[in-house]
């Protein structure tokens, strides 16, 4: 045993004593504490298993801890190549996005018209610009597109049946599930044919005087292949006007571009599905959209007016700054500039030669014999286009070159500063060019020569 070990718990030091010796880190006292007893927590446990505690180690697990707490959220470079992160928050902001959010956190006119005094509406200039992008009558916004389909089924469906196809009826991560979020709007679901083969006239035998609606569900993180069938919105929207019930798509992702210019397969977008009759449309607003968290209703405006009108709307409406991004995000389309400054968007269109060149940038300026330049497939991510795999390029780190593994060499990367998430496979570390902002670049191989050096992270 070292002597700075100990194997009973009257050998660990108290909370007080801890947080006293490292108080030098200058880090908030509560925090100190608040790490201290977690730390010391675990350290019992292992006693208690019959292991030593290092009590060097303790007070670095402790300074550790307490400075992830008071340090968070801490800035990531994305080397994943993966565009909408779901663990790093979705889609990055515009710039004109995180300036309009920093601007809104003062007093502003987020509901009120300053040319008459009067009180106005939270949604109404970024409703404005989303029927003028999408075509659609009228638009409203709330916390997420989970939220905004039990809204919608909550006001449009509460007591009534909602048809559903039995291939529709799927979970689309974080256990989100149709037919639970069904029930929690108070709707009933009622699914019809199977879960491969969906007709038009399963909808109209689904359909009595009891059904409230027909709900659509874009399979957002899986894709369904060979005996299939499915009919289109258009064909469902002709079985709902004969019920004379309206059609709710669940669009997801809610692209409001078309994905082949940017090289992917194509996508619905929310254009499409107001065109083809849908009467209301639920989508993201971190998703291909590109903004911050939100979930998008678009639709007929009686119906849009139902679901501003609903109890629930008050409880899941959008924060000022997230209202601020959104307009600002949705101003891009608007202008015509989306495909440059909306940085999801300019991920996905990067082409190969561009990564290529990117990656060689990279290796000249990162000359080290461990270190390689490969081609790889980056992912969409966020449940949007499932399957599409994107050729792009990596600069790739052998681990083995400085006595290392790619398990610990990936630790060291997101332990340092900024941190970097990057992919390990094979036993190798890539770093997708895909997903790296230009300005991120400097300090990426700045964390990388800091992180690649024999003796590093073993
Ligand atoms: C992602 C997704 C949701 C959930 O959207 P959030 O904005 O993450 O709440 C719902 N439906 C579909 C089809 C989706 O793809």
Known sequence: MEADEVSEARG???????????????????VLVHAARDELARAREGLARGETVS???LRAGVLSRASTLAGWPRRVINATGVVLHTNLGRAPLSRSAVTAAAESAAYSDLEMDLSTGRRGHRDTHVAALLTAVTGAEAATVVNNNAGALVLVLSALAAGSEVVVSRGQSVEIGGRFRIPEVIAQSGAILREVATANRTYSDDYERGCTERTAALLK???????????????????????????????????GSGCLIETESLGLAHEPTVSESVAAG???????????LGGPQAGLIVGRRELVERIRRHPLMRAMRCDKGTLAALHATLLHYIRGDAGSEIPTLWMLGRRPADLEQTVRRWSSMLPHPGTSIRTCASA???GALP??????FALVLDPSAVGSSAGALGAALRAGSPAVLARAEHDLVWLDARTVLPEEEAPLLDAVRAAFVPGQGR
């Open 55 to 57: 009590l060097q180690r």
């Open 278 to 288: 849908a009467d209301i449309t639920t989508f993201s607003g971190d998703k291909l």
């Open 217 to 251: 569900v874009h399979r957002s993180n899986f894709t369904v292949s060979g005996f299939v069938h499915e009919p289109s919105l258009a064909e469902m929207v002709q079985v709902a006007r004969k019920f004379g019930v309206p059609v709710v798509n669940d669009l």
């Open 12 to 30: 660990l030091p108290s909370v007080a004593r801890l947080t006293e010796e490292l108080s030098v880190s200058a880090l908030p006292h509560a």
């Open 387 to 392: 399957g599409a795999a994107l050729e792009s």
């Open 380 to 382: 969409v991510g966020g």
